[in-house]
């Protein structure tokens, strides 16, 4: 086999003898619409991240996350909520056909078709338009996604008693000893379930600065008011006698 002009044997291959430097292609025929990925398009991208990133840190900084109080498994009125950019997706479980017996669909099925849709968009749509009005389907699947989760979490906050939400969930200020023979008292006879393990109120109105004597805490124990029924304690009378103290001193 002769050597070919301008290429030399590299074992079973043949590589050019001459080296062409890396010349990017011409753009300039396209003003506007395409461009060079590296450096021109991911140069951009990396600095509107770094905005975005700056920007976040800095709400962080300024505005924390508020904290609520901790976790009660006695509180059966408490409202959970997820946080906001999920409500759309706890909305879908409040409906019959994806609640119940159904949940998988809501939880599942309905959001796993929507990402399914939103990551198959690039093979669906391989149309070279960029202009929404020339790309119809596209347009108006998204304009509809969109539409849908602005409408559920709507849907779900107008639905929310956020003034018992916020209530639920305020952290007390009141330290609560329940180590005292009051507090264990209190919670053998199933106080907490309905105050709550703060006390601070859960379905029942909240036993801190009542202002209320002890003698009177102790006749509402035993004879109930309001929505409390009557012989709810099943204590003692010396129990009931600590229970009230305990419950007259929380201020």
Not at 37 to 62: C, I, Q, S, Y
């Amino acid at each position: 086999m002769h050597r070919g002009k301008g290429m030399k044997f590299v074992g079973d291959s043949r590589i050019s003898a001459e080296r062409k430097p890396f010349i990017p292609k011409d753009y300039s025929e396209y003003p506007g619409k395409t461009e060079a990925f590296w450096p021109n398009f991911l140069l951009k991208e990396w600095l509107v991240g770094a905005v975005f990133l700056v920007g976040f840190l800095v709400l962080t900084a300024a505005h924390p996350s508020p904290l609520m109080r901790v976790a009660d498994p006695t509180d059966t009125s408490f409202i959970p909520l997820p946080d906001w950019y999920f409500l759309f997706l706890y909305q879908l479980l409040k409906y019959q056909y994806a609640a119940g017996p159904y949940t998988v669909i809501g939880a599942l099925v309905i959001p796993g078709l929507a990402f399914g849709a939103l990551l198959l968009a690039p093979f669906i749509d391989r149309g070279p338009e960029r202009r929404p009005a020339k790309r119809p389907m596209a347009t108006g699947f998204m304009l509809l996604a969109i539409a849908g989760i602005f409408y559920l979490t709507w849907e779900s906050a107008h639905q929310t008693d956020w003034e018992a939400f916020n209530k639920a969930g305020a952290i007390s200020e009141v330290e609560i000893d329940k180590a005292s023979e009051g507090y264990q008292i209190a919670e053998a006879n199933t106080c907490l379930s309905c105050h709550g393990g703060e006390l601070g109120g859960a379905s029942g109105p909240s036993l801190v600065g009542t202002g209320l004597t002890a003698e009177e805490i102790a006749k509402i124990a035993v004879n109930g008011q309001g929505a409390m029924p009557a012989d709810v304690f099943k204590g003692t009378d010396e129990e009931l006698q600590k229970m009230a103290e305990f419950i007259a001193n929380l201020e």
